[in-house]
């Protein structure tokens, strides 16, 4: 029997690592560098994008979403008709009286409106009235709406003095109104107000014509 020969198995050596060359770890640097250079710019243009939002969100609140109270007054296109006046011995006035009332909406909105009576008053004392239809006022624009009312003396106590105004060929109408309505803002905020019209009119008796109107 042929006598087995002890044959003694060696392990393989373990592999070396290659050492990087410095070129390749200087490609790795490099790239990271890139990464770290491309993320600091992303973050400022986040940063700035930001910053923007927030500049056009703050003009934007104080502009165009800021609701102002429309204004309301008489327009100085004044006519009149049926003009008859009394002296200062017998005084009285009844005339009619066409003009407009301006709605002037300076919002980035509609100023949609109801319907209300304008009333005019001498000394305190209504002597016409008047319907104003509702209706609605464009963004940043004013609604022209034609009215005619009868003012007359009828309802005057004979305490006051208008004899003494006729005399001095003037005569002087205060009138007053009050608008109800909505502000819509970008179709979807609807905000509430209330207008106002207080105007004082004198009529100049000799020409008959406006001498002068305040609102």
Same mark, same amino acid.
């Given at each position: ?27 790795? #640097?490099?790239? =990271?560098? &890139?990464?770290? /250079?491309?993320?600091?710019? !992303? ?53 009619s009286v ?27 004392? #209504?002597?016409? =009235?008047? &319907?104003?239809? /509702?209706?609605?006022?464009? !963004? ?24 003494s105004e ?36 004198t009529i ?12």
């Open positions: 029997m042929a006598e087995k020969t002890n044959q003694q198995v060696y392990p393989f050596a373990p592999a070396t690592k290659q050492p990087r060359s410095d070129e390749e770890s200087g490609s790795l #640097t490099s790239n =990271q560098e &890139l990464k770290r /250079k491309k993320m600091i710019k !992303l973050a400022i243009y986040i940063a700035a994008f930001a910053v923007f939002q927030t500049v056009v969100i703050l003009v934007f609140a104080l502009t165009v979403m800021r609701v102002k109270t429309p204004k309301v007054r008489l327009g100085t296109d004044v006519t009149f008709q049926n003009f008859s006046t009394g002296t200062q011995a017998s005084p009285f006035f009844d005339l066409t003009t407009q009332v301006r709605v002037k909406n300076t919002n980035f909105g509609p100023y949609k409106f109801d319907s209300t009576i304008a009333t005019f008053m001498y000394q305190g004392v #209504t002597v016409g =009235q008047v &319907l104003i239809p /509702k209706g609605k006022a464009g !963004l940043r624009s004013t609604k022209k709406v034609g009215v005619t009312v009868n003012v007359n003396s009828n309802a005057l106590p004979s305490t006051t003095n208008l004899g006729l005399g001095a060929h003037v005569l002087t109408l205060n009138s007053h109104a009050k608008l109800s309505g909505k502000v819509e803002l970008m179709f979807i905020m609807k905000k509430k107000k209330s207008a106002e019209m207080n105007c004082t009119m100049d008796l000799s020409t008959k014509a406006v001498q002068s109107m305040i609102c």
